[in-house]
């Protein structure tokens, strides 16, 4: 292995590693980031997700999580030497390498200049996630992490108070999903919801009205829910290609639809949820 471009490590601040061989077992929480099925795996086996990009990091460590350890290219150890001293404040080792070598390690460019390995957050209880919350969204079975994080980047935008996702619903702390978030999956208070859907039966003993948002003969237009929401509301969307199961309609109080034109046949569950986050949002909020 090279450090194409640097005859020499540059000089770095203490607590920073120069990385040579993209091999080292120290480096595996980087390894083979590109893969997407063995990601899924890993991380959250390992307890980490992966964070890219300067302000996404900023945006977790205000959200209180701790980081395993930062990955640099030379310039921005520089650029950013508090996120340098805050990793070694933490104890994280931070690993700078030449770009091709971060390349080598990650399986991509690093065009962002830095990547961080966190520990992942322990999560909360559904009871704690939703309490005084007033809008909550639940996701059931959603596959792609660009539709999570869009999600989520609604939500927060939209009065959504809190998320829960059912067990097979893709990783909102997924690379992607957290970029395509903007951040906001540190922002929205969100856990898991096992079993689902069973959980419907909790969120109705907590006090909300818990609408399917499907595409049923008779269900009601999302108009009707808009002109009189319930105080405490939960949403839920279905997954890319089945939509919701068919239990999950069953269980719900009200089956609610956007009425749509054009021949279309759906909406993009991303897409559904603006639309129906912004109808039944708490007014007295704008
Ligand atoms: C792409 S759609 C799934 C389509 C699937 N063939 C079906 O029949 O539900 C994904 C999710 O987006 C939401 N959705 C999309 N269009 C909708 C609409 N017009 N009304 C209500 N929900 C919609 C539903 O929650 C749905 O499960």
Redesign the pocket.
């Known amino acids: 292995m090279t450090t194409q471009g640097y005859d020499d490590p540059p000089a770095l601040p203490a607590g920073c590693t120069w990385v040579q061989d993209p091999r080292e077992e120290r480096l595996r929480d980087y390894f083979s980031l590109t893969d997407v099925a063995l990601r899924r795996v890993v991380e959250p086996e390992r307890g980490l997700y992966m964070a890219e990009s300067e302000k996404v990091i900023r945006r977790a460590l205000a959200a209180g999580h701790r980081l395993r350890s930062l990955l640099m290219t030379p310039r921005w150890v520089d650029e950013w030497p508090d996120l340098v001293a805050t990793a070694t404040a933490q104890g994280a080792p931070v690993y700078v390498a030449a770009p091709q070598v971060a390349e080598q390690l990650t399986g991509f460019h690093l065009h962002r200049g830095v990547l961080a390995a966190v520990h992942r957050p322990q999560l909360p209880s559904v009871d704690d996630v939703v309490a005084g919350a007033r809008r909550v969204a639940v996701l059931e079975d959603i596959v792609d992490h660009t539709n999570v994080g869009a999600i989520f980047r609604s939500a927060a935008a939209l009065g959504v108070d809190a998320v829960l996702v059912t067990p097979r619903c893709a990783d909102p702390l997924y690379r992607r999903s957290v970029r395509v978030s903007m951040g906001t999956v540190f922002q929205v208070p969100w856990t898991r919801v096992d079993p689902w859907p069973d959980g419907v039966g909790r969120l109705r003993d907590l006090g909300f009205t818990v609408a399917a948002?499907?595409?049923a003969d008779d269900?009601v237009s999302?108009a009707d829910l808009e002109t009189s929401p319930p105080e405490r509301l939960a949403l839920?969307?279905?997954?890319?290609?089945?939509?919701?199961s068919s239990r999950t309609v069953e269980a719900a109080d009200v089956v609610?639809?956007?009425?749509?034109g054009g021949d279309v046949?759906?909406?993009?569950?991303a897409a559904?949820s603006a639309v129906a986050f912004w109808a039944v949002r708490p007014r007295e909020r704008g």
């Open positions: 948002l499907a595409l269900a999302l839920v969307l279905g997954t890319e290609g089945d939509g919701l609610v639809r956007i009425p749509m046949d759906s909406l993009n569950v559904a």
